[in-house]
């Protein structure tokens, strides 16, 4: 609308835009005449410079001016035009896309410029790579991203169409990226140009639910829809698989590996978590408790794990024994589906379905921060190996970055 309140502007799914005045309720003008805007007309912006923004479903944002609109400048975006906003009396202006990303552009040169993105779909998995705090790993349905947390840019997107990344990995060298994916494959990828490198097809029948690789990184732990946790010798050429381990009946939801490699852990939406000897492939420990485990930690001690899940408590577990030695309340209304630890193992850090991100104190079992941000349930999250900032994630596509 104009400033008077003498005029407004419509735009149509059919590529139109009109000009209606306010006091005869007439249309004054419309357009553009010829060639119409490709699926539809989604935004409007009527900058302080004169003529008039347009938005479209197919990406393009035009300037236009006279009383038959005519087209003087365009640019593409990613996604369809969601939202056009102006910067006060400033000459730049902002573009929303329902691709997530948000560009700047100034009235003059008329180019975009890309100032933040996010995810369109839920995140499922957030890693940080070893040592490196001011990178992390995200994974979503059809794309893996890599994040660079000073600038909170992203930094490069990988795109599997069609297919929905469940879980994400960093090799502890940093050469490699390591993906599970709904379609029972594992990929893996060049961290710093995103090529592809190898894939696992057929990991697991019901599609691979959890990853992990080993520090000397020879080997992938996966865990499947189908309870399976499967060991795969990783060589220069070839992948093999090493071992079957078939202790679960649910879908694998998180794993776990000790600083040797000689242990590991895995937690299931059974209701079980198993302690797995490594070296002689077998079960040490099983424990079992009313609830859908969501997440597992280990005590940088490795003397102790920690769960949670469904039932909404946090359990401390004697790794020798598998005996329970701590329960805390998580959360008072909802799943606890994301944990972490901090190296020195002095506190931990929680997110689930009730949007809040819970800092906890590891021998006292108390909350010491609670950070409200979310708008979606919170599906994982990370501290940083500075142990300065912790990166969660969400079903809404928000990733967001605390100190």
């Known amino acids: 609308m104009t400033d008077d309140d003498g005029d407004f502007y419509l735009g149509t799914t059919s590529g139109d835009v009109l000009k209606v005045n306010t006091s005869s309720k007439v249309v004054t003008a419309c357009g553009p005449q010829k060639k119409k805007f490709s699926m539809g007309v989604t935004a409007l912006l009527l900058p302080k410079t004169g003529g008039l923004i347009v938005g479209t479903g197919e990406g393009t944002v035009a300037l236009c001016t006279g009383s038959d609109f005519q087209v003087k400048k365009r640019m593409r975006v990613e996604g369809a035009v969601a939202s056009l906003t102006c910067r006060g009396w400033d000459d730049q202006f902002f573009i929303g896309t329902n691709k997530g990303q948000m560009h700047r552009s100034a009235y003059a040169t008329f180019k975009e410029e890309l100032v933040a993105a996010c995810h369109t779909e839920a995140v499922n998995d957030i890693v940080f790579p070893e040592g490196h705090s001011d990178l992390f790993v995200t994974c979503s349905t059809n794309d893996i991203r890599v994040w660079y947390t000073p600038e909170r840019l992203e930094r490069l997107r990988i795109t599997v169409p069609n297919v929905t990344c469940h879980a994400v990995e960093v090799t502890r060298d940093g050469m490699v990226i390591v993906s599970a994916w709904n379609d029972g494959k594992i990929r893996t990828f060049v961290p710093a140009t995103g090529e592809p490198m190898y894939e696992i097809n057929n990991a697991h029948n019901l599609g691979v639910t959890a990853?992990?690789?080993?520090?000397?990184?020879?080997?992938?732990?996966?865990?499947?829809?189908?309870?399976?946790?499967?060991?795969?010798?990783?060589?220069?050429?070839?992948?093999?698989?090493?071992?079957?381990?078939?202790?679960?009946?649910?879908?694998?939801?998180?794993?776990?590996?000790?600083?040797?490699?000689?242990?590991?852990?895995?937690?299931?939406?059974?209701?079980?978590?198993?302690?797995?000897?490594?070296?002689?492939?077998?079960?040490?420990?099983?424990?079992?408790?009313?609830?859908?485990?969501?997440?597992?930690?280990?005590?940088?001690?490795?003397?102790?794990?920690?769960?949670?899940?469904?039932?909404?408590?946090?359990?401390?577990?004697?790794?020798?024994?598998?005996?329970?030695?701590?329960?805390?309340?998580?959360?008072?209304?909802?799943?606890?589906?994301?944990?972490?630890?901090?190296?020195?193992?002095?506190?931990?850090?929680?997110?689930?379905?009730?949007?809040?991100v819970k800092l906890w104190d590891y021998k006292e079992g108390t909350v010491t921060h609670v950070g409200v941000g979310h708008s979606g349930n919170i599906t994982r999250l990370k501290i940083c190996p500075a142990n300065k900032s912790i990166v969660s994630v969400s079903a809404d596509g928000a990733v967001l970055i605390w100190k």
């Open 211 to 356: 990853i992990a690789a080993t520090s000397d990184c020879k080997q992938i732990i996966s865990g499947g829809g189908d309870g399976q946790v499967r060991i795969w010798n990783i060589g220069e050429k070839t992948q093999k698989l090493r071992e079957v381990l078939k202790e679960h009946r649910g879908a694998v939801s998180c794993i776990k590996i000790n600083k040797n490699d000689k242990e590991g852990v895995t937690a299931s939406l059974d209701g079980t978590c198993v302690i797995w000897d490594l070296v002689r492939y077998v079960r040490k420990q099983m424990i079992l408790d009313n609830t859908l485990f969501k997440c597992v930690c280990y005590h940088p001690g490795e003397y102790q794990i920690i769960t949670s899940g469904t039932d909404r408590k946090i359990v401390y577990w004697e790794v020798l024994d598998g005996s329970a030695i701590r329960e805390v309340q998580g959360s008072l209304s909802s799943s606890i589906n994301g944990m972490d630890i901090t190296s020195d193992g002095a506190s931990f850090v929680t997110g689930g379905d009730d949007h809040l």
